[in-house]
DNA sequence: GTCTATAGCTGGATAGAC
DNA sequence: GTCTATCCAGCTATAGAC
């Protein structure tokens, strides 16, 4: 299974084949049909495996956090921590490769359900009594966080300093949020009474 | 050239080959050899061409943008047409392969690169002015939307209704951006006040 | 469980008929 | 310019030796 993330890594889910698993894992290539019966079963499965384990990594930490601050924090250390050991990579890969791919799709969908369950109990309880509480769904900003960071990976891939501009852009606007958070009542009075003139009336058909 | 494109949306970066574009196209596996030299010439040639038209199309509306507001809602509307038409679709999968394949990652990052700058020249007519111009460096926002456009596309295609609730929270947010922006000078001093004690000392270290 | 060997297929790329 | 035919590499998957 590790041999399986990393020839994601190395060769992207265009270049991925039992044969370069089984030459990044050291083993014959027969291996994979033996111990997982396809290629795509031993992806979703080292993909699985992989999500849980990270994700339990930062349980703890995801427990603590008392505040959007601490939060936004978190996020960008999390950011940081998956970006470079890769797991970012596997599922940007991973979740391409759904697009078009059934048997990828339905794994790729729960492991990036993992995070975002996780991420969505978080805001829920730290977004409770906050003036953005009238903004943003926790569900909606927790798949949000999840794609962008996923978008940013790939752009990263092929511009590295846009990138860094992107995400630092990005931790400035949060600044913001944790402004208004931090406001209380009065700013909940006035976003409240904003929106009313500027608010569009819910989600937009397609 | 259309069907190499067609042949992406269909397959998939990893499903896409000289014999996927024929057929899509219609035509003999050979051809593609004979016009572009190798597949990667083709899908290079085709990506480029392709956005070159889609930017072409939105000039005049990026040019009319005179606020914030107004971009929020081209923006809204391009999202969608794009998305619509499959563009998105494309260059994401262009994306994820050029993560690895050098062929594919100067094409690619050109083709986004039409976007950016296009965002960027608007973006920094409209926050001139702005107390927003305190957060957002105009590069850094252009490339964080179309980083994340590209990765709300890739969610999209795994979980539907997830990725609507994603768009609608961050419609929501925008709001937000919307009423600093127009508050002017006021918040600007509010804006700047809070910075002091809670922005982060620039981008860090990777 | 791991290997070799192999069947059967699809891939990129070229040669040459038309 | 477009096609057929073909080469050879790499692919999934299985059979069978060890």
Redo the contacts between chains.
């Keep these: 299974m590790d041999g399986a993330l990393q020839a994601i890594r190395?060769?992207?889910?265009?270049?991925?084949s039992a044969r370069t698993v089984a030459a990044c894992a050291g083993v014959n290539q027969a291996l994979v049909f033996y111990h997982f019966g396809t290629l795509d079963d031993l992806l979703a499965t080292a993909c699985q495996a992989a999500t849980v384990d990270r994700v339990a990594h930062y349980r703890d930490r995801f427990a603590a956090v008392r505040s959007l601050r601490e939060l936004l924090e978190l996020g960008?250390d999390l950011h940081?921590q998956e970006r470079?050991n890769g797991s970012l990579?596997v599922l940007?890969?991973l979740?391409?490769?759904?697009?078009?791919?059934d048997r990828l799709?339905a794994p790729?969908?729960a492991a990036?359900r993992l995070w975002?369950d996780e991420i969505e109990q978080v805001l829920r309880r730290v977004l409770a009594g906050s003036p953005l509480a009238e903004?943003?769904?926790p569900?909606?900003?927790a798949?949000?966080v999840?794609?962008?960071?996923?978008?940013?990976e790939?752009?990263d891939?092929?511009?590295r300093p846009?990138?860094?501009?992107?995400?630092?852009?990005?931790?400035?606007?949060a600044?913001?949020?944790?402004?208004?958070d931090e406001l209380g009542p009065i700013a909940r009075r006035?976003?409240r009474g904003?929106?009313g003139s500027?608010?569009?009336s819910?989600?937009?058909s397609?």
């Design positions: 190395q060769h992207g889910i265009a270049g991925v960008r940081e470079r990579a940007a890969q979740l391409a490769g759904a697009q078009v791919d799709a790729t969908a990036l975002t903004l943003a769904d569900a909606g900003l798949r949000a999840t794609a962008g960071f996923i978008g940013l790939l752009y891939g092929i511009d846009g990138a860094d501009a992107a995400l630092a852009t990005l931790e400035q606007l600044v913001l949020a944790d402004v208004v006035a976003v904003r929106l500027r608010r569009r819910g989600p937009r397609r």
